[in-house]
């Protein structure tokens, strides 16, 4: 079994659920609306994903979280207790269509006996109209025993079973998604961020910083460039030019790498780590303002600043400081 099998078996029941709604954001782009309601009046619902926005009026699925302690697995008799009660819930207008999906999320497993009858979709209506004195009436609410009455007896005997399914750890981890969504929840070293390459033409979202930089060139050149691309053209300084837009593109690799597969707020720490390290060389007098873009990015090369504890690449270090003039924060040209 994986290390991150095992890490997922053993967070506590919250994590569970905080994991969940991370890695369904991340492994499906399926889902119009996705959210985490687990609570004592959950009604039966963990983690919720949305395929339209009709809600609860429309198709949905469902994922109940089921954190067991080492050595337990989930049982028969919980399980016909949970979705006991979906159909109670839904039966007292809570959701008015039943889920097209439901899962149980049990890392460390199910019994034998369970996994029979999810293994046999035919056999879990009868399980559960047979069993629901045993299994249901007095667990669905502490308020009131839930008899099994017409109405929750028809919705039972008319669903298709065969949407129940679940998942375990090791089951969950061949997700590609898995890893990412476990990292940020417990800020474990992600993989290394992919490098980025800058596209030929210049986009959009690096048009701030690129125009500043049109006006470095052209101060240093003593010609007017009308725009980025001519700069790109220019024969002493196309290359330089294209340089910075490497590490732009670097950077912006880097920071979409690690909002999806760390906690919130290290990237800003980065970025501000990075801030800070520059921004007095930034300040400096400099001949030209060339001069101090070169500064700059010499000085980002050496800067120690880290991402919970690894060394970023120099070029991801450069590229932020273009980020951070095309936000504003550092700027190359008046």
């Not at 800058?198 to 101060?219: F, H, K, N, S």
Request: charged share 25%; with cysteine.
């Amino acid at each position: 079994m994986t290390s991150l099998a095992v890490r997922l078996m053993e967070i506590d029941a919250t994590q569970l659920e905080e994991f969940i709604e991370l890695w369904v954001e991340r492994r499906s782009a399926q889902y119009d609306r996705i959210e985490r309601i687990g609570a004592a009046n959950d009604k039966g619902r963990d983690v919720i994903g949305f395929l339209t926005s009709a809600r609860h009026e429309g198709p949905w699925h469902l994922f109940q979280c089921k954190r067991k302690t080492r050595g337990s697995k989930l049982g028969k008799s919980e399980a016909l207790c949970e979705l006991g009660k979906v159909f109670f819930h839904h039966c007292q207008g809570a959701y008015n269509t039943l889920p097209e999906k439901y899962v149980f999320v049990a890392p460390r497993g199910i019994v034998g006996s369970l996994l029979d009858l999810i293994n046999n979709p035919s056999t879990l209506a009868a399980a559960l109209i047979d069993g629901w004195d045993e299994h249901c009436s007095t667990q669905i609410t502490r308020r009131m025993t839930v008899t099994l009455t017409r109405e929750i007896k028809a919705a039972v005997a008319s669903f298709d079973f065969s949407r129940v399914e679940h998942l375990t750890a090791p089951m969950i981890v061949k997700d590609p998604a898995a890893g990412p969504a476990l990292s940020k929840l417990l800020g474990l070293m992600p993989e290394e961020a992919p490098s980025g390459a800058a596209p030929d033409l210049i986009q959009p979202e690096e048009a701030r910083y690129a125009d500043q930089l049109r006006i470095v060139y052209g101060e240093a050149s003593g010609i007017a460039f009308v725009s980025a691309d001519d700069v790109l053209a220019h024969a002493d300084h196309g290359e330089h030019f294209r340089d910075q837009r490497t590490r732009f593109f670097e950077a912006a690799s880097f920071k979409r790498f690690h909002r999806d597969n760390t906690a919130p707020g290290v990237l800003v720490t980065f970025e501000n780590d990075v801030y800070h390290g520059v921004i007095d060389v930034h300040r400096d007098r400099h001949e030209t303002l060339l001069r101090r873009v070169d500064a700059v990015m010499r000085h980002a090369s050496i800067l120690p600043a880290s991402l919970i504890g690894r060394t970023v690449r120099i070029p991801v270090k450069q590229g932020i400081c273009h980020h951070l003039a095309n936000e504003g924060r550092l700027k190359w040209a008046p």
